[in-house]
C-alpha cells in the first residue's frame, strides 16, 4: 500500500509502499476514500505535538471496510465507515461514566501511535515499525484500526465530503453543541476560523445564538465564516477584537468565547469578550509546555474557562447525527473544503495550511 510516511519533525513527506499485517482482534481494515488534512496533523509535522517517527499522519479519515477481525461483530465488508478520534472502548471508567472522547485508549492512539495492544500494523519493507497518528493513519490507502473507531454511516453517504465529520467537523461543532450546550438567542465568540473554528460558528448557528462573531486576520476566511452563521467579522489586525465584541453586545460582552487557534495569547484574549457568567472555551491545542495566564478579577465575576476535547462527543451518536445534519442542509461541509488533491500534494497542503490559506484539503483515493 501507498503511503505519505513523515520520519521527523519539519521533514517533507515521503511516498512510501508499506507493508500492512491484517487486523487483529476488534480491529478492522479499511480501503481509504478520502482523508482530510486536520491542524493535529500539522501540529505533529511541526512537533507541537509530540509523536514517535516513521509515522503516517491523518486521522480524518472515511472509507469502506475490508475485513474485520475477531470479535467485530458490528461491522462487515463494505460498510462505509467514518474513523473517529478516539477507540471508545466501552470498557473503561471514562466509556463507562459516558464520556467516549475521554476514553483512556485515546492516549495509547495519540501519543503512543500504535493500536490498543501497544503493536502497529504498519511496516516498511526492511521491516521497520510505522506509526500511525491516532491509531488510523488516514494518510494511506488502507488503514487499520480499532473496531470502536470505526463509525458505521449509511450506504449514501458522500465519503469525500463527511471525511471532516472524523475530526475537525466533530471537535468544533460539538464544542458549540456538548460542551457549551449553546441555547438560542445567546451571544457567541469564535477566534480563528479554520476547519474548526468554522465548524464552531456552524454548531452556534444551529443552536441558535443570535449573535456570533468571527474573529480571523483573513479576509477569506472571515467571509467564509459570515457565509457560514456568523453574523458579525472582525479583523485583529485592524482593530481591538474584544473592545469590538464588548461593543457588539452592549458592553456586556459574550455568553461563551471559543478559542480554536491553538495559541496562549487568543486563549487569554476570550477572558476579555465573556460576560459575567460568561465561559471561555478552549477548543486549540497549545504547546503543551505553554501556560494560559488570566486576569483573577474576572473569577469575582463568576468567569469560567472550559477545555474542549473532540466537542465532548459520544462518536456512535454524534458523527451519524452530524451527517444527518450535513443531508438536511443545516451542516455545511462543501464550502469548507478548499480543494481536493492526490496524496503527492500533500507537502503543497501543509505548506498553505502553515500560511493560513484555506479552510480544508481534502486527499482524495483511487
Known amino acids: 500500500m501507498k503511503a505519505a510516511v513523515l520520519r521527523g519533525v519539519d521533514q517533507p513527506f515521503e511516498i512510501e509502499e508499506l507493508e500492512l ?13 478520502a482523508s482530510g488534512i486536520c491542524h493535529s496533523d500539522y501540529s505533529v509535522a511541526h512537533g507541537i505535538l509530540r509523536c514517535p517517527f516513521p509515522i503516517v499522519l491523518g486521522h480524518e479519515g472515511a472509507g469502506i471496510v475490508e475485513s474485520v477481525g475477531p470479535g467485530v461483530t458490528d461491522l ?68 487499520v484500526m480499532p473496531a470502536g ?42 477566534i480563528g476560523c479554520g476547519g474548526v473554528g468554522l465548524s464552531i460558528i456552524q454548531g452556534c448557528r444551529i443552536a441558535g445564538s443570535t449573535i456570533i462573531i468571527a474573529v480571523d486576520p483573513m479576509e477569506e476566511k472571515r467571509e467564509l465564516a459570515l457565509s457560514l452563521g456568523a453574523t458579525h467579522a472582525i479583523n485583529p489586525f485592524e482593530e481591538d477584537a474584544a473592545a469590538k465584541v464588548k461593543e457588539l453586545t452592549g ?21 476579555e469578550m465573556i460576560r459575567p457568567t460568561g465561559t471561555c472555551v478552549i477548543v486549540g491545542v497549545a504547546s503543551l509546555d505553554q501556560s494560559v495566564k488570566i486576569p483573577s478579577a474576572g473569577l469575582l465575576a463568576e468567569y469560567e474557562i472550559q477545555g474542549s476535547c473532540y466537542g465532548s462527543s459520544t462518536p456512535k451518536k454524534d458523527i451519524p447525527r452530524f451527517v444527518e445534519l450535513y443531508k438536511s442542509g443545516e451542516l455545511k461541509l462543501d464550502e469548507m473544503i478548499t480543494q481536493r488533491i ?10 498553505e495550511m502553515g500560511r493560513g490559506e484555506g479552510a480544508r484539503s481534502v486527499i482524495m483515493y483511487g
Open 342 to 351: 492526490g496524496l503527492e500534494d500533500i507537502d503543497r497542503a501543509f505548506e
Open 76 to 143: 462487515k465488508p463494505g460498510d462505509k465507515i467514518i474513523a473517529a478520534l478516539t477507540p471508545s472502548c466501552g470498557n473503561c471508567t471514562m466509556c463507562k461514566e459516558g464520556k467516549e472522547f475521554m476514553c483512556s485508549g485515546m492516549g495509547k492512539l495519540l501519543t503512543d501511535c500504535t493500536q490498543l495492544d501497544g503493536t502497529t500494523r504498519h511496516k516498511t519493507a526492511s521491516g521497520e515499525d510505522v506509526y500511525t497518528l491516532c491509531g488510523v493513519g488516514s494518510f494511506g490507502e488502507y488503514m
Open 149 to 190: 473507531s470505526a463509525i458505521k454511516v449509511p450506504d449514501d453517504t458522500p465519503l469525500d465530503i463527511t471525511c471532516l465529520i472524523g475530526c475537525g467537523v466533530t471537535t468544533g461543532t460539538g464544542a458549540a453543541l456538548n460542551t457549551a450546550n449553546v441555547q438560542p438567542g445567546e451571544a457567541t465568540a469564535v
Open 251 to 271: 458592553g456586556l460582552g459574550v455568553h461563551y468565547a471559543f478559542e480554536a487557534l491553538g495559541r496562549v495569547e487568543t486563549m487569554a484574549q476570550t477572558w
Open 21 to 33: 499485517a491484517p487486523p487483529k482482534e476488534n480491529e478492522v481494515l479499511v480501503k481509504t476514500t
